[in-house]
């Protein structure tokens, strides 16, 4: 079965390479811009009473697929594709939680961009706290991940490989 999307905007950043790009929003402090193509704009309606914003988009500069593939944060073991989230999967789709600092038109200023600049938009949700919060999460091999180990250092795939 082949499933098509259309692409429905453009993430504009700051960041041009995968190296230097913060591997999750949380890491982030860079701001950026979401442009929504003029026909779908109408769909923004109502958008500026939330906090936080879904992205979806697709990783356009993936480089294939690889089922096994060690994170970012923890290069000492491989992971499999769908315990980890990292950008080369069998369906390079990405999903960031952003901050939406403000509405004009049909751009969306944001905080906490973790996306190359150029990246194509495929969808916008809003963050629901009262849907999407969760108690008594489980994090897989990241809850036994220290990120005190880390401390001190940029967490993006360049700064993350440092000594």
């Known amino acids: 079965m082949e499933i098509k999307y259309k692409v429905i905007g453009i993430v504009h950043s700051e960041f041009k390479d995968k190296k230097s790009t913060p591997i999750q929003s949380i890491f982030s402090e860079s701001k950026g811009t979401v442009e929504v193509f003029p026909e779908y704009a109408e769909g923004l309606k109502d958008i ?4 936080h914003l879904y992205l979806i988009y697709h990783f356009n ?10 994170p970012f944060v923890d290069g000492s073991k491989e992971r499999g ?4 989230r990292h950008f080369n ?3 390079p789709i990405g ?19 973790d996306i190359l600049d150029g990246t194509p938009l495929l969808d916008i949700k809003p963050y629901v706290r009262q849907f999407d919060h ?14 005190e ?10 700064g993350l490989e440092e000594k």
């Open 48 to 51: 500026d009473g939330f906090s």
């Open 61 to 70: 500069q993936a480089e294939g697929c690889m089922l096994v593939q060690k």
């Open 81 to 84: 594709i769908f315990s980890i």
């Open 89 to 91: 999967r069998p369906n």
């Open 95 to 113: 999903i960031s939680l952003v901050e939406l600092k403000g509405v004009k038109g049909n751009i969306l200023e944001i905080d906490g961009v």
């Open 134 to 147: 969760r108690d008594d999460v489980r994090c897989g091999w990241v809850d036994q991940k220290n990120m």
């Open 149 to 158: 180990d880390h401390k001190g250092k940029k967490f993006t795939p360049e």
